[in-house]
């Protein structure tokens, strides 16, 4: 029998529908069964195309043993991070600050009216050296909560009383921004830079396209030629890697080594914008073809496979099919090169994309090789033209005809499961992208699907005042939106102002920012909520300026500030500015590297300061 989460559009809920865990999703009839029948509350958050929130799902909510255990002591929510980031936020921060670290599946444990007293990410089923399993911990809280009530309270009042300190930012008096900072954080990244292999730090290894974004808007001011041969160096190198899908396109997650070549395979559309974005601004500083090809490559993949037909965006692509993560995508020698034989000519496919035999990509669990290859390159096209004495457009065109022929294999394999919900905010992630390309590139086409996406959020993704939702699925439009769906919805809508010299986009745009001004603005301590005033009631009322996987509300809207004020050439939209920049101002400057999508908006202001506000109030 179905559990409740049968009723729900969420792709990620669906796939726990019919576990025997007694799913609820998240809501007052969940709460409220707690307290009647004094239970903790057991919520696990992730989103459908997580591997390792697969992982626990086949080994614990679809194990009869485990689901009984949950159901015996706990009220069980499942939340899809991606439909509710507000409570992933929150509770994601309970985390950070029990463990030090965060991550999906989020597991937390809390009282019935939800103050969480326990947290983690992924669990195994089974206790094992040093690391207490599932159903050992469900009995261990089911006797602390029999017979130690008032400690799990206290332990719970103890994380609430700390959460709000996650939401907390120390402002600064100066409304200007200080090039100082912004240069700091430049030096900061660079220190941090992989020499060998390009990106930053080391395993697991992440895009972070914010980053590169910065770090070339400070080399266009500054002209340090370093920073774009880093920036360059990262770009060519995600590109010629694993984590790049040289079969079909677009970036996978991350990468889980440092020389970009295994990744976790699962593709995500503000990925895909982001780096697209990324790879545009690039290819204006350096004229490098590849990184025009991949931006356009990118939009291939985008409009081919994760467009609505009404012209909205997909979520996302998972990482497993067949019950195995990255199947789709890998292929074994004797595949490869029955493929690559077809064209009767001498180009060494193998070597080029380094196949081996007894293949290449490891598990990553068991760290043994799988016999199949992921494709890969560490030398260009360029490098290996001049060793087989061909041209280069020779060799690409080659190439080409074989990426086809492997396509067409593809496609016939069983496909990963596609999150075909839509959301604004990343929608409005991929139309500022495609905005974008249509004015570097010249492309109609990508302001076509632009305007179409946007056309298809006012349209269909709205209230009756002209606010916006956040999701859709199944022509069911559900859920408030977030700080986040205005900030990024509205970035779109100024790309494609920028784009197409269409006043319609930018009234939208404006519309839109004042709505986001009146629900959102915090008249206390400045910046942006991250949930309206009407959002139902969490522990704390979450406010975000870190960078994340994408930057947050906050910095987003600082850039479409200072877009409003140069598109309307209105004072107003710059003192707002100024108030974010006040609001966050003392954090920054003590941590600049965790801000550096603020900071390129500080890199954009500088040159024009606001007005020194007199308050925190919003002014629009």
Known sequence: MPNLLINEQSPYLLQHAHNPVDWYPWGDAAFERARMENKPVFLSVGYATCHWCHVMAHESFEDAETAEALNRNFVCIKVDREERPDIDAVYMAACHLVTGSGGWPLTVMMTPDRKPFFAGTYIPKHSTAGRLGLIDLCARVNDLWTRSPDRVIESAQEVVSHLGSAFAFEPHADATPERAVIDAAAAGAAQRYDAQFGGFDGAPKFPSAHRLLFLMQVFKRTGDRKLLDMV?????????????DHVGFGFHRYATDRQWLLPHFEKMLYDQAMLALAYLAAWGSTREPLFDQTAREIFTYVLRDMTDPAGGFYTAEDADSEGEEGKFYLWSSSEFERLAAEDADDIPWPQIFRLESDGNFFDEATRRKTGTNILHMTRSWSQWAKQLNVSQETLERRWEDLRNRLFTRRVGRVPPLRDDK????????????????????????????????????????????GGLRHRLRNGQVAIPATANDYAFFIDGLLGLSRASGDRHWADAAVRLQRQMDAAFWDREQGGYHLTDTAAEELPVRPKEVYDGAIPSANAVALHNLIGLSRLTSEDTWLSQAGRLIQAFGGS??????????????????????PRQPTSNGSTN
């Open 422 to 465: 839509i959301l604004t905010d990343l929608n409005g992630l991929m139309i500022a992208a495609l905005a974008e390309g249509a004015r570097v590139l010249e492309r109609s086409e990508y302001l076509d699907a632009a305007g179409r996406a946007a056309d298809f959020v006012l349209e269909h993704m709205t209230d009756e005042r």
């Open 232 to 244: 360059s160096h990262t770009l060519v190198a995600m590109r010629q890697g694993g984590i790049w």
């Open 588 to 609: 920054v400057r003590k941590q600049p590297s965790a801000y550096l999508h603020t900071l390129a908006g500080w890199e954009s202001l500088s040159a024009n300061p």
